[in-house]
């Protein structure tokens, strides 16, 4: 059965991009810095002491000038700033995104078995990392969790990410394809391929999707489930492909250039360091 908006491995395009998103997501004005603190600190807490909350998200609403004013890159970094997940002027939202140690473990797992895969083509230094970088688009803006691209972009690319992952509970469907449609809007992150991890919170599963546009619409070319039952794991449809010009933005060079791949051991080591931080 098709998820909601994804049919045949497509995305609809269009639509909103904060504020359709799960009622499990809490909302509150943003009325100073003060009360933010507040609210993002006891939420912080709440998710500490118990491990299970239903999101990993607070979403503030807020004019369009206190977001831009918020979200200035000449003041100071604040809490906000640091955590702010992604923002949009038209509909004056701002969605903060609650540290985790099941995040931040598959982020650095992720990009730990990318930069091994390209370690052996002699690339390890042509990559930049974009971890929590705000990139913005027309009206609207995001970071993502993590991305790549290359240090020395070809003449009239911007030096953004074009590989970008997101990572989220696996209950999370309209969060993660809002994050999608974002990076892959050429208007938007202009990325070139969107990872999405899915961590499941109830048993020892992760779900990777590749997403890539196509046809004008993001388009789901892979999809990785790694499982486990009675300590017997499984991986599917690996290994995880990214082409090299997705990556680097030219054609591989020399017979060491390929696509990256991400093996099934890569992917199991993957789910594992996740599972080990769960307690799975």
């Known amino acids: 059965m098709a998820e909601p908006e994804t049919q045949n491995g497509y995305l609809d395009v269009g639509g909103s991009f904060l504020k359709e998103l799960p009622s499990s997501i809490e909302r509150y004005p943003y009325e100073g810095e003060r009360s933010f603190l ?33 979200l200035n890159p000449d003041n100071e970094s604040t809490t906000l700033t640091k955590n702010c997940s992604s923002f949009d002027l038209d509909e004056e939202l701002i ?48 970071q993502p969790d993590q991305g790549w691209g290359s240090i020395r972009p070809p003449c009239g690319c911007k030096r953004t990410p074009s590989v970008v992952l997101e990572v989220a509970w696996s209950d999370s469907h309209s969060k993660l394809n809002s994050d999608v449609r974002f990076w892959l809007n050429p208007a938007d992150g ?27 619409r993001p388009h789901r070319v892979q999809m990785i ?44 080591v993957i789910a594992e360091k996740i599972w080990d931080v769960q307690g799975f």
Request: hydrophobic share 35%; aromatic share 6%.
């Open 38 to 70: 507040r609210i993002f600190n006891l939420k912080l807490n709440s998710h500490e002491s118990s491990g299970h909350e239903k999101d990993n998200f607070i979403l503030f609403h807020t004019s369009r000038e206190m977001i831009e004013t918020l």
């Open 95 to 142: 969605l903060i995104k609650m540290p985790s140690p099941e995040h931040s473990s598959a982020i650095a797992a992720v990009d730990h078995a990318i930069m091994a895969a390209i370690l052996p083509m002699g690339l390890f230094d042509s990559l930049n990392g974009y971890p929590n970088a705000t990139i913005q688009g027309q009206t609207r803006g995001k």
């Open 225 to 268: 489930q790694v499982t486990k039952v009675s300590n017997h794991i499984t991986v599917t449809n690996d290994p995880l492909t990214i082409p090299f010009e997705d990556l680097f933005l030219r054609a591989p060079s020399t017979p060491a250039e390929r696509d990256i791949e991400i093996s099934h051991q890569a992917l199991q």
């Open 190 to 216: 202009n990325a070139k391929t969107c990872l999405t991890l899915r961590v499941d919170k109830r048993q020892p599963a992760i779900r990777i999707e590749n997403w890539r546009p196509q046809n004008g």
